[in-house]
Each structure stands twice: as C-alpha cells, then as structure tokens.
C-alpha cells in the first residue's frame, strides 16, 4: 500500500464529506491490494463463510431476495489474515482524519464482503437503522478488475433535490455517504460483483 496515495485520497474523503456528504475516490488501494482482498473473499465464499444477506434487524430480519440479492461474510478486526488487515489499517486512517477534521465522534468500524450473483440487485434504502443512530458514514470498497459501465451494478446514490449519481464499481474506488442523509441502490449487473462494504459507527444516544 503506497502511503502517500492514502493519504492524498483521505484528504479528498474529508473534503468532500464536509462539502457535500458523499465521496468517490477512484484507486484508494492500489490493484495489487484489490486484487488480494478479492482472492481473500472468494476463498472465503469457497469455504462456506458466506450466507444469503437479509434486511431488518434482530428479530425483524428476513431474508427477501427481490429487495436484496447479494452474499455476505462478515469481517472481524481481529482477524488476523494480513489482506483484511491491511483494509483495517486503511480504513482506521479514514477514520482518524473524519475526526480530527470532522469531529463525527467515530469510534469504530464494521464490514463485511459482498457478493453480488449476475442480475442481483439491492433496492433503495438508507443504511441508518429506524431504532438506532450508531452508523454514521457509510463506505463501499469495490474489489472488481476489469469493471466497464457496460457491465451495470453501478451504485445509484440519491442526492438531495431529485438528482442522482451512479458510480462504478470498479476496483480499489471507494465510495463514502452520509448514513442517515443518503438513500441509494444497487443497480443489477451482468456478471459478479464484489465489495467490502461497511460502516463508521458511533455509540448510540
């Protein structure tokens, strides 16, 4: 991982979450980075580590594929496979910089891969739980070599004011949002799609 490209893309990250609430950051990880947590997913999806994702939360949660589509496994930070810790460490220098430039109270972050089959898609929605504030800024890491536009599967982010902005999910671009500002979804793709996908999370009010 290159430092100083970090570095530059959380500058960014900062910037534009003060502007506007939301951030893409093309090549946040370089692609030989990418590429290792896309093999880490796969041979995790080939271990059987991964389930059918669900929407609610505790007893309310329901697995309804119409509304969501993908598989998920779920990260733990302390994992100490060096492909997810190395997303850790970028993801925690992120954090540190929302903060001191911020002042959003971030004090952790959650994650999971996500795979999404040919033709799945997951409607519109926001990330903020109705009963709890805790997520804060939602984050979206795409782990996909080779991605055109052709291909479909872009994230579809709803500004404010009716307008909208799709992003690809090409590899090692980082998407950033406000959990609670921002509805978005995912758009149907014509082959597999693959992301870490997660949550900068405060303690709950």
Avoid at 16 to 35: R, T, Y
Avoid at 153 to 177: E, I, K, N, S, Y
Avoid at 194 to 203: D, E, Q, S
Wanted: hydrophobic letters at 45%.
């Amino acid at each position: 991982m290159n430092p100083a490209v970090v570095e530059s893309a959380i500058e960014g990250i900062c910037a534009a979450i003060a502007d506007e609430g939301w951030a893409v950051v093309p090549d946040f990880l370089p692609a030989a980075a990418v590429d290792a947590l896309a093999e880490d997913a796969r041979q995790r999806d080939a271990a059987g580590e991964f389930r059918q994702a669900a929407v609610g939360r505790n007893s309310q949660r329901a697995e309804h594929r119409v509304i969501r589509g993908d598989r998920i496994a779920w990260l733990d930070e302390a994992d100490a496979n060096p492909v997810a810790q190395a997303a850790w460490r970028a993801f925690a220098e992120v954090r540190r910089a929302l903060n001191a430039t911020l002042y959003l109270g971030l004090f952790a972050f959650e994650g999971h891969y996500a795979i999404y089959p040919p033709g799945a898609l997951y409607q519109r929605h926001r990330d903020r739980f109705r009963d709890s504030d805790a997520r804060v800024l939602s984050c979206v890491l795409y782990l996909n070599r080779g991605w055109t536009a052709k291909h479909g599967g872009q994230l579809r982010l709803h500004l404010d004011g009716d307008r909208w902005r799709d992003v690809d999910p090409a590899g090692g671009t980082l998407a950033c949002f406000l959990s609670e500002r921002f509805e978005h979804e995912v758009l149907p793709a014509k082959r597999e799609r693959l992301a870490l996908t997660g949550w900068f999370r405060r303690r709950e009010s």
